[in-house]
């Protein structure tokens, strides 16, 4: 695992490599689920980042920061953190590298390759943590939790963004759309993952020994008056979201050709005029006794 600040200095990306705690990230790494990651995080900016913000100097690990979609937000709400920025994949990792060098070149920032139940930092490393759409690919979610808090000082926050795929409700309902998109939940299930994860933030930061734990629901529906919502997050994020699990859930037996392209079509009628489309997602913070 390296650690590497790379404001001043651009160093080559490193190869990818698995380790004994990597785990399938249902989506794949494709450029066109950077694209989706990217769509996703500047439409929902202002939804999910409201009430997070960290004094100058702080010391903020990103975990997972993927392809550095959040990261440049959560950068340009905290001017003047120290961030470290830590993914398992080297390819998301050299992506977030580029975006930040592009957004915010003036940025504080340290990147790390490897896996955050192994963290090479001191205890009580870090004032502040923030994941966003992490917990949900790890086999075990609560392992990924007392190893963050570890890296957390006393006294420090710890802020948790989930969503909940039982959440999504659209109109016009089609049982054919809402089998399509329960492929996906069976899809990150095999994979080891939980795309219902966003309801278990509560219990799952209580035991792994957070304190002051508050969960709030962070609302996105769209419709005919919100047409950047239905642009950017029904038809951009949602929808391409599912449909990219096409082959998987082809090779998985879990549907058909037909039914599976009967099912996007039909979601995809929520994104069309007179559609509506509903998701929750969950914001938890939380302080390290």
Do not use: N
């Amino acid at each position: 695992m390296t650690t590497e600040t790379s404001r001043r200095t651009e160093a080559p990306a490193p190869e990818h490599r698995h380790d004994a705690f990597d785990h399938d990230y249902v989506h794949g790494y494709s450029d066109t689920e950077a694209r989706r990651l990217g769509d996703q995080a500047d439409t929902l900016a202002e939804l999910l980042h409201a009430g997070t913000a960290y004094p100058a100097g702080s010391r903020v690990l990103e975990a997972g920061c993927g392809v550095g979609a959040q990261t440049v937000h959560l950068l340009a709400a905290s001017p003047g953190v120290r961030l470290t920025a830590a993914d398992l994949s080297a390819e998301s990792l050299a992506q977030a590298r580029a975006r930040v060098a592009a957004q915010a070149p003036a940025a504080d920032v340290s990147w790390h390759h490897g896996d955050l139940h192994r963290l090479p930092f001191p205890d009580g490393s870090f004032d502040h943590v923030f994941l966003c759409f992490v917990l949900e690919h790890l086999p075990d979610p609560a392992a990924g939790l007392a190893a963050l808090r570890r890296a957390l000082r006393p006294g420090g926050t710890i802020t948790v963004i989930e969503g909940d795929h039982g959440s999504a409700f659209f109109h016009p309902e089609s049982p054919a759309a809402r089998r399509t998109v329960d492929h996906l939940v069976r899809l990150q299930a095999r994979a080891g993952g939980d795309g219902l994860l966003g309801r278990r933030l509560h219990p799952l930061l209580t035991a792994a020994g957070f304190a002051e734990v508050a969960v709030r629901p962070r609302t996105v529906y769209a419709d005919d008056a919100r047409p950047a919502l239905v642009e950017g997050f029904t038809r951009r994020t949602f929808v391409a979201m599912v449909e990219s699990v096409r082959a998987e859930a082809l090779a998985a037996g879990l549907t058909t050709p037909a039914a599976f392209d009967r099912g996007i079509a039909e979601l995809r009628r929520a994104a069309e005029p007179g559609g509506t489309f509903h998701y929750t997602f969950f914001k938890a913070v939380a302080v390290r006794p």
